[in-house]
């Protein structure tokens, strides 16, 4: 074992002189401290890593990060600034209304931004939205124990606490079935008025999603998981599952309706990440916890079909399970990386999925195309 293995090597750097120490414990006893950003306060979560270089405002605002405290790996983070409040539902970069993590840990942190865009600090934004963050602690070596030990609960927390009080006071989002409602919207929304009409089922959708679908000229209603999706399908010419945090299996109204849907609905369904498990559960397949998940905007899959391989954006914990799918639907794509499923479809209705985000920003975008062809579809189909 080399000294980056040892819980030594994940001792603090030096960060902000002005914020008071902060501490992340790990469940399995691991323990680093820095520096505070954002609010002082503890807080609970799973923690979980992200290899992007860039993005850290969209993800950030990723409702599949809900409940969970982030760890990015690339070493500057705060240096292009945080840009103004959005001034519309859906104004880019940000892909929700607010922050969804529970904390946010990063090796150094940049208080001195630069960017023509920025209207405020990463650290202004963190407190004005009540979250808290550490800097000055070797992400690189913190995701090094997650990958070996797997993902699991972290407290981030006060120095001046002790782990037992952070235990006790720390705030926490349950996992189960708070996290799917505090991440989908109350009501159906609708946006645009073009056609086709596409019924977007939000169980924590990104906003790029619904942005990706108007720029090829459709309309959106977006629905909550929780609302009456066979009536509403009857408005649309397509349907597409977004993303959302939590384990797929904690869903089970969502995927009765689903199923109910796969049973009559001859339309295009077509998922994106948590959308994968959804309509693989749907269809009678199952899904399992990955060790430590994928996280990032560098990840390889392969379209088992056509053999050609893309660079992909992705975040989630779970994965389909191939081998559990039923005869009339195939595994559609691949990671290269460990062989997981990316993606699903049915031999012979138009449902088809994938793990990864085609609509993934700030990139890559190399799978996009999958919209064109959706929205192709979908408008071959309107007519009948």
Not at 143 to 169: D, I, N, V
Not at 219 to 234: E, F, K, N, Q, Y
Not at 292 to 312: A, I, K, M
Request: net charge neutral; charged share 20%.
């Amino acid at each position: 074992m080399n000294d980056s293995d040892r819980p030594e090597a994940l001792q603090a750097r030096p960060g902000l002189s002005r914020c008071a120490p902060v501490r992340l414990l790990l469940e399995d006893g691991t323990a680093v401290q820095g520096r505070g950003i954002g609010v002082a306060k503890p807080v609970c979560g799973e923690v979980v890593f992200n290899t992007a270089m860039s993005g850290y405002v969209e993800a950030l605002t990723d409702p599949s990060y809900h409940g969970q405290i982030l760890v990015l790996t690339y070493p500057l983070i705060g240096n292009y600034g945080v840009p103004a409040p959005r001034s519309d539902g859906l104004a880019r970069p940000f892909e929700s209304d607010r922050i969804q993590v529970q904390a946010l840990v990063v090796l150094n942190y940049v208080d001195a931004h630069s960017h023509h865009a920025a209207s405020r600090s990463l650290h202004e934004w963190l407190s004005e939205e009540n979250i808290a963050g550490l800097t000055g602690v070797d992400t690189r070596a913190l995701t090094r124990r997650l990958r070996e030990r797997g993902t699991m609960q972290g407290w981030l927390y006060p120095a001046g606490m002790s782990a037992e009080e952070a235990r006790a006071l720390a705030a926490r989002v349950d996992m189960q079935d708070e996290v799917f409602r505090a991440v989908a919207p109350r009501a159906p929304v609708r946006y645009g008025a073009g056609k086709p009409t596409i019924l977007l089922v939000d169980v924590g959708a990104k906003d790029n999603i619904a942005r990706s679908l108007l720029a090829r000229d459709a309309s959106v209603i977006r629905a909550p998981w929780h609302a009456d999706l066979a009536t509403l399908a009857g408005e649309a010419d397509g349907i597409l599952i977004g993303n959302g945090p939590g384990d797929p299996k904690d869903l089970a109204p969502l995927i009765h309706q689903v199923r109910g849907l796969l049973g009559h609905y001859r339309k295009p369904i077509f998922g994106v990440c948590l959308g994968n498990q959804i309509l693989a559960l749907a269809a009678g397949g199952d899904t399992y916890k990955l060790p430590y998940g994928h996280r990032g905007v560098n990840q390889p899959v392969q379209d088992l079909l056509s053999r050609r391989c893309y660079v992909t954006s992705q975040n989630h914990g779970y994965a389909v399970r191939d081998e559990s799918l039923p005869k009339d639907w195939e595994p559609w794509f691949v990671n290269t990386n460990d062989g997981t499923n990316e993606g699903i479809r049915s031999t012979h209705l138009p449902y088809f999925s994938v793990q990864f985000h085609p609509e993934g920003s700030p990139g890559p975008q190399d799978s996009g195309f999958l919209f064109d062809d959706f929205m192709r579809l979908v408008r071959s189909t309107a007519g009948r």
